[in-house]
């Protein structure tokens, strides 16, 4: 039994970053719009509170603000050929739930993306020729370039109320910041944070080896700071319980504090929690998707939402199953490459690290925001000449500490044994004395690495499970090697008690130790409704009325932590509805 | 529990002539047959079994919760820089966790079927997590009897390091899984323990938090983060607790 509901002007799936941009976008141009959150209706002021926001083993280990994979996960297999077990526990990612999404347990490292990352396959073609790129790299250009998309990655930054340093002011290049970013029209909204220990030891060798760092964008508010929609964040504690974890300062950007109490006061708006979304009604014949069906998780009932327009705004493997089980578009086939839903599924090569021990420093890596680093972009994206390395893209190296939370955070030299007399003396003696050099680097499209449906699991509303087929290919191999071999050098420019070696992510990809919640790609944009899902304003080209949002519309991944272009991304695209759209409904770039 | 304190629970209960209800039924049978040496109250004991728990156990068996103290104590032995794992309470923190909803498989995707996968692939048993204990605490004591003639709590800390090493390295026959994993599981939830706020029942006295010299609460280090650059913070360890 589906109980129909009324008509509204939009609905919106999914209750976080893009979720609330939009809702709050929409509503602003005057639409009524329907909030579906599937999970509790989470508020900072009741839940994120002192002292038990701190607790380290709920929330950081035992996972309690992340989706529960008991109601919804992914199956993974290495290639075609294998059978797909499911993801049991999470581990290598860490999606979100309830109202904010991620976006209220997030780091808060928001970047943009390169100007040559934005145009990716076009750049590396013109620079290294018309065959330099392997035929089973799928890589392709983002169709909204950097110059266009500038104003917005502008305003989410605002909205953020980032901190950080200008590297290139209207193409001014600055020392101090990023100097390879792409020209900014403004300064960060915010000064970078106070540096770390880390971070300071990070410069001193950096500099000596002719590079310049720069404070990582970090959406933890170093200020007091009220943004473009007259909410106020406070000023970052350095409390080492970031990422994982809410936010009790106020200081950590999020929708829940950044956009939703907006929302909460406005009477276009509707939120509903416990609305899980189960399917997309989808009329092939007008190409429109007319309602959204979701049950109630509470008392298991379902109910039909029809709408005008539908906000497609879950994360990255919800996107995919609901456009796959609706059957919007043609599913990717890697044997004949045809089909372009679930193509380009990528990741990010994280968790490759070089730890430096030093018996005379004192680190203190429990004073420290989660995102809090000293960067150098030498050995980013196209920032270097891959001639001859046999591999394309690269890496954000950096070093700082975002916790010392002991049960996660307990560095000690390669060789010691993980228990016993000699892990407690090594334990005390380096816990303070220690830190990473870490790397995080770009995923760049491979025809193997894809997302379908999975033929056997089933997540609780009965859908099948997405099926993940993904394996770091020779391009990763290469490139982590190579990142590797430069923080060993850094590294050693910091004149360390100890070093290293590199652990960098060698081997296939596991789905068991963390890395990374960047997943991406599966609904990619492009120019072409061949090889894409939505054109470059994330709408259908199947669905006129379906806007997609998230990294699941990113053709590849760079290396940057994908926040701030998904940000930029849900503001261009609900600039083009509420200007475009709206008055003269239908596909926005021709088929 | 009309135990004497002076007593452990596993003495107390094999001193009764109750041994057979320490071993998991399903595993009573073979037990009896594959091990010559029963323990028993008579039988001699290389090392103090674990110091008696202080607390009324939840879930664990009496068996479990030696076998778990014992594990505490070669994986957290006591010296100058913390008590013992079993000490520290680690033990009784494993308990509350096996009896609450992560011992019961929150969080955990449990549909079948269940083949057997890459390691890559990550945990693919059916079993929640206190099932997988109550199942690795039989297999490591059936290993230990084979070797030792002993269940692992009585062996002595040279025995106990070397049946946690066989284990780690995954040579230890186990049944239904790899020793190896099963060494992997023990070593995180002990350390959970050791490390987790004491008000899950672990890191007693924040025992663990002074030995490494994390302050825990309240964390608020604006003004802390440019003072003490470079220089220990020296303030004692705060936890949960203590601002509740």
């Known amino acids: ?591 | 529990m009309a135990e004497d304190p002076k007593i452990g629970r596993r003495e107390f209960l094999t001193a009764a002539g109750a041994a057979a209800a320490v071993l998991a039924p399903a595993q009573l049978a073979e037990a009896q047959q594959a091990q010559p040496v029963t323990p028993s109250a008579t039988a001699p004991v290389a090392a103090p079994a674990a110091p008696p728990a202080d607390e009324p156990l939840l879930t664990l068996t009496a068996t479990e919760h030696a076998f778990f103290a014992a594990a505490a104590d070669t994986i957290i032995p006591a010296d100058n820089l913390s008590p013992s794992g079993s000490d520290c309470g680690v033990a009784n923190f494993i308990d509350r966790q096996l009896a609450g909803a992560y011992g019961t498989g929150a969080r955990l995707y449990r549909q079948g079927p269940f083949p057997k996968g890459k390691p890559e692939q990550g945990y693919q048993l059916s079993l929640n997590p206190r099932e997988f204990f109550r199942a690795g605490i039989a297999s490591a004591n059936e290993f230990t009897r084979k070797s030792w003639a002993k269940d692992f709590d009585r062996l002595n800390e040279e025995q106990r390091i070397a049946a946690l090493q066989a284990m780690e390295a995954g040579k230890a026959e186990f049944k239904g899984f790899g020793s190896a994993m099963f060494f992997n599981a023990l070593l995180q939830i002990t350390m959970e323990g050791f490390f987790a706020d004491p008000m899950y029942g672990g890191n007693r006295d924040m025992a663990a938090w002074k030995m490494v010299g994390y302050p825990g609460l309240p964390a608020t280090y604006r003004h802390d983060i440019k003072k003490y650059l470079g220089k220990v913070y020296d303030k004692p360890p705060r936890s949960i607790a203590d601002f509740s």
Request: net charge neutral; hydrophobic share 35%; proline share 6%.
């Open chain 1, 1 to 591: 039994m589906t109980t129909i509901l009324k008509e509204v002007d939009a609905v919106v799936i999914g209750v976080g970053w893009t979720g609330s941009i939009m809702a709050r976008e929409l509503t602003k141009a005057g639409l009524t719009v329907v909030g579906l959150e599937r999970g509790a209706k989470r508020m900072p002021s009741e839940d994120f509170t002192l002292p038990n926001v701190r607790d380290d083993l709920k929330y950081a280990v035992r996972q309690e603000l992340f989706q529960d994979a008991q109601e919804e996960t992914v199956s993974f297999r290495h290639s075609p050929s294998e059978t797909a077990l499911p993801v049991r526990r999470l581990g290598s990612f860490l999606p979100g739930t309830g109202l904010g999404g991620a976006g209220s347990h997030w780091n808060g490292l928001t970047w943009r993306i390169l100007p040559s990352d934005h145009k990716l396959r076009s750049h590396l073609t013109e620079r290294y020729g018309r065959n330099a790129i392997p035929s089973e790299m799928t890589i392709e250009d983002f169709p909204v370039s950097y110059d266009e998309l500038e104003p917005y990655y502008d305003h989410f930054e605002k909205i953020c109320g980032v901190s950080g340093k200008a590297g290139n002011l209207r193409g001014q290049k600055i020392v101090g910041g990023n100097m390879f970013e792409g020209p900014r029209q403004n300064e960060y909204p915010n000064k970078p944070l106070t540096q770390t220990m880390a971070g300071s030891i990070m410069e001193k060798a950096c500099k000596d080896l002719g590079y310049s760092t720069f404070s990582g964008p970090s959406a933890n508010s170093s200020e007091v700071y009220t943004n473009p929609e007259g909410l106020t964040l406070g000023a970052c504690e350095f409390c080492g319980h970031c990422e994982r974890f809410g936010c009790e300062a106020n200081a950590k950007a999020s929708p829940n504090v950044c956009i939703l109490p907006n929302l909460f006061s406005e009477p276009k708006f509707e939120l509903r929690n416990y609305a899980y979304v189960k399917e997309l009604v989808y009329d092939r014949q007008a190409k429109k998707v007319k309602a959204v069906r979701y049950v109630d998780t509470r008392t298991g009932e379902e109910y039909e939402q029809p709408a005008g327009l539908v906000v497609l705004g879950a994360y990255v493997f919800n996107n995919n199953l609901l456009m796959m089980t609706a059957g919007i578009g043609e599913q990717y086939d890697p044997a004949t490459g045809k089909g372009a839903l679930g193509r380009n599924y990528c990741y990010q090569l994280s968790g490759n690290t070089v730890t430096v021990f030093f018996e005379d420093k004192v680190i203190n890596p429990f004073m420290a925001s989660g995102a809090h680093t000293t960067n150098i972009d030498d050995f980013n994206g196209d920032n270097f000449d891959h001639g001859g390395l046999g591999f394309f893209g690269g890496a954000i190296i950096a070093a700082g500490t975002t916790n010392g939370r002991p049960i996660q955070t307990r560095p000690v030299p390669s060789g010691t044994p993980r228990w016993g007399r000699e892990w407690k003396q090594a334990t005390a003696k380096w816990y303070n004395h220690a830190f990473n050099i870490g790397a995080s680097g770009c995923s760049y499209a491979h025809r193997e690495n894809f997302l379908d449906l999975d033929p056997t699991y089933k997540d609780v509303l009965g859908r099948p499970l997405v099926r993940m087929t993904y394996n770091f290919r020779e391009n990763d191999h290469k490139l982590v090697e190579y990142i590797g071999a430069q923080m060993e050098r850094i590294g050693r420019a910091m004149n360390p008690t100890r070093i290293g070696p590199a652990s960098v992510r060698r081997g296939n990809y596991s789905v068991v130790p963390y890395q990374s919640t960047h997943n991406t790609g599966g609904t990619i944009t492009g120019s072409d409704p061949k090889t894409s899902v939505v054109n470059r304003y994330l709408q259908a080209w199947q669905a006129d009325n379906l806007f997609v949002m998230g990294a699941s519309v990113f053709p590849q991944n760079a290396s940057y932590n994908p926040t701030g272009l998904v940000g930029a991304l849900a503001y261009w695209s609900a600039e083009a509805i509420t200007k475009r759209y709206i008055k003269n409904p239908g596909p926005l770039v021709p088929v």
